[in-house]
């Protein structure tokens, strides 16, 4: 009998050690997943950045001025990196208007967007979450420290430096990078799995501007 509860003991240890494997690779690519979705989306959204319907319906011929492509180019990283916002032409009539200016942010453990004006900063209308709330999102940053200029003008002196007064084209990469881990009803009981992802965005729309 002795024997048989030996046996018996180490067989419910394992069963519980390989049951807790288990749920943890299960949770580990259930938050896997949370977090690529939300990463997915924030990419699609941010390439849009920059947009413009630049033709003229009646004519097929552009009618955006580089002014206005530079306003709608312009994106906005605050926050210290934990905050994005960027505006495009969402109902394609050359005009930046209200509604048209977009954002993700973290806030309180939660991805946050806002559709309408989104501005960085506390409070602020229009933020909603975005994420699960299954998921506890503890570190969100977007950075576009790579972005490249060129110069392009016409009557620019050619020597490849974006010079006052010129017209220059900039390309962009967005990263980000996001942290989590599964939401937890006690704190103190709080899991150890975490899950980093991190993304590249190229920005399809290459902003161009003048030089002040």
């Known amino acids: 009998m002795t024997v048989g509860l030996l046996i018996m003991a180490g067989a419910i240890t394992l069963f519980a050690?390989?049951?807790f494997?288990?749920?943890e690779n299960t949770r580990r690519v259930q938050l896997n997943e949370q977090l690529r979705s939300t990463l997915n989306l924030m990419h699609k959204d941010i390439q849009r950045a920059g947009y413009v319907d630049a033709s003229d319906g009646a004519t097929g011929v552009a009618d955006v001025d580089v002014a206005t492509m530079s306003l709608f180019?312009?994106?906005?990283i605050d926050g210290g990196g934990s905050c994005i916002t960027y505006s495009y032409d969402f109902n394609g009539n050359n005009i930046q208007e209200v509604g048209e200016i977009f954002g993700?942010?973290?806030?309180?453990?939660?991805?946050?967007r806002d559709t309408s004006d989104a501005t960085c900063g506390v409070g602020g209308v229009g933020w909603e979450d975005f994420t699960d709330s299954g998921v506890t999102v503890t570190a969100l940053?977007?950075?576009n420290a790579r972005s490249t200029e060129y110069e392009v003008s016409r009557d620019s002196d050619g020597n490849g430096t974006c010079d006052s007064g010129e017209t220059c084209l900039e390309r962009r990469m967005i990263d980000v990078v996001i942290t989590g881990h599964v939401a937890q009803e006690d704190p103190a009981n709080a899991s150890t799995l975490v899950v980093t992802l991190l993304d590249e965005i190229k920005v399809k729309n290459d902003r161009y501007y003048t030089v002040p």
């Open 21 to 23: 494997s288990g749920l």
């Open 141 to 143: 940053n977007f950075s």
């Open 104 to 112: 993700f942010r973290l806030n309180g453990g939660a991805v946050e």
């Open 17 to 19: 050690k390989i049951s």
């Open 73 to 76: 180019g312009t994106i906005v």
